[in-house]
Structure formats: C-alpha cells, structure tokens
C-alpha cells in the first residue's frame, strides 16, 4: 500500500552493500568508543594506582599520614603489609598499608 514490494525488495540489499568498508564501518562506532573510554576512564585510573602504589613504598617511618578512615598520625613501624601508627601520645594502631590515603607535609600534626 505505502511502499511497492519492489522497493521494499532492494531496500536491504543496498543497505548491505555500502561501500568497500562495509563490515570495518559497522564496527567503527564500537571501535571508536573504546579507544575513547580507554583514554577517559581506564588509562586516569591506572596512573592515579601507579602514584597510589609508589607513595605506599615510600613511606617512612617519621611520616604523617591521612588514612581512608579519617585518622591523621604519624608512622611508627612499618611492616610488609601493615603500617603502625600513633594517633595521640600513647595511642598506636596498625593499619594496611593500603588504608594510607595521603602523606601530610611535616609539621601538619603538632
């Protein structure tokens, strides 16, 4: 009624048939938004891991720290795995090394 059978009978094989880069130009959009999650999402991730990881081996013992708990003090001990911690004068707990968010400029806790 709206469109002949003879028109509806092409309409398929042109859309199949374009051009030299048929199949690579279907998958081009797919292609194209991994290449661009890739430079947007994954490759900022893995530096921030990359800094993340270097700044847990530089600890040292005498350091301030920030851990991801909220708790500010200064490195004791360190371990392979855990760190020690004094949170106030006689107060020390063992933390992952991991749980270390950030290293404070000396003199931050008084």
Same mark, same amino acid.
């Given at each position: 009624?709206?469109?002949?059978?003879?028109?509806?009978?092409?309409?398929?094989?042109?859309?199949?048939?374009?051009?030299?880069?048929?199949?690579?130009?279907?998958?081009?959009?797919?292609?194209?938004?991994?290449?661009?999650?890739?430079? $947007?999402?994954?490759?900022?991730?893995?530096?921030? @891991?990359?800094?993340?990881? %270097?700044?847990?081996?530089? /600890?040292? !013992? *005498?350091?301030?720290?920030?851990?991801?708990?909220?708790?500010?003090?200064?490195?004791?001990?360190?371990?392979?795995?855990?760190?020690? $911690?004094?949170?106030?004068?006689?107060?020390?707990? @063992?933390?992952?090394?991991? %749980?270390?968010?950030?290293? /404070?400029? !000396? *003199?931050?806790?008084?």
């Amino acid at each position: 009624m709206f469109i002949s059978s003879a028109h509806a009978q092409t309409a398929p094989a042109a859309a199949a048939d374009s051009g030299p880069f048929g199949a690579i130009g279907s998958l081009l959009p797919l292609i194209l938004m991994f290449v661009v999650l890739y430079f $947007v999402m994954i490759r900022p991730q893995m530096k921030r @891991q990359k800094e993340h990881r %270097a700044m847990i081996d530089a /600890l040292a !013992k *005498g350091d301030e720290i920030a851990t991801a708990g909220g708790l500010i003090g200064k490195v004791t001990k360190l371990g392979d795995n855990y760190v020690s $911690v004094e949170l106030a004068q006689g107060v020390e707990v @063992q933390l992952q090394r991991t %749980a270390v968010v950030q290293v /404070l400029p !000396k *003199g931050t806790l008084k």
